[in-house]
Nanobody
């Protein structure tokens, strides 16, 4: 088992920045791709960013390209999501997830999930 714990969410004004962190514990972090999903009220949970285990491959949703950046520190078993130029439409619960590969980083196939952290962007 891998336990994922997110932190760093909060309330920020439009144009501001936040950095989310996801700390993994339990079974080794090794080999897992990591990603961030988000879910706004009444909407599906969508993948916004993902990184392969060594960080050589990344994925970004079109809606956040150029504003968000995913990174990981395998020595600390932690993955980050730097969010800049935040918009009110970025408001959502953000979930960290682990999967065997970016290709399987989906709502149905991700292996582990965090509990989520709320991000609210005010206009």
């Amino acid at each position: 088992q891998v336990q994922l714990v997110e932190s760093g969410g909060g309330l920020v004004q439009a144009g501001g920045s936040l950095r989310l962190s996801c700390a993994a514990s339990g079974r080794t972090f090794s080999g897992y791709a990591m990603g961030w999903f988000r879910q706004a009220p009444g909407k599906e949970r969508d993948l916004v960013a993902a990184t392969s285990y060594r960080g050589l491959s990344t994925y970004y949703a079109d809606s956040i390209k150029g504003r968000f950046s995913i990174s990981r520190d395998n020595a600390k078993n932690t993955v980050y999501l730097q969010m800049n130029s935040l918009k009110p439409e970025d408001t959502a619960v953000y979930y960290c997830a682990a999967a065997r590969a970016i290709a399987t980083m989906t709502r149905d196939r991700s292996d582990y999930w965090g509990q989520g952290t709320q991000v609210t962007v005010s206009s």
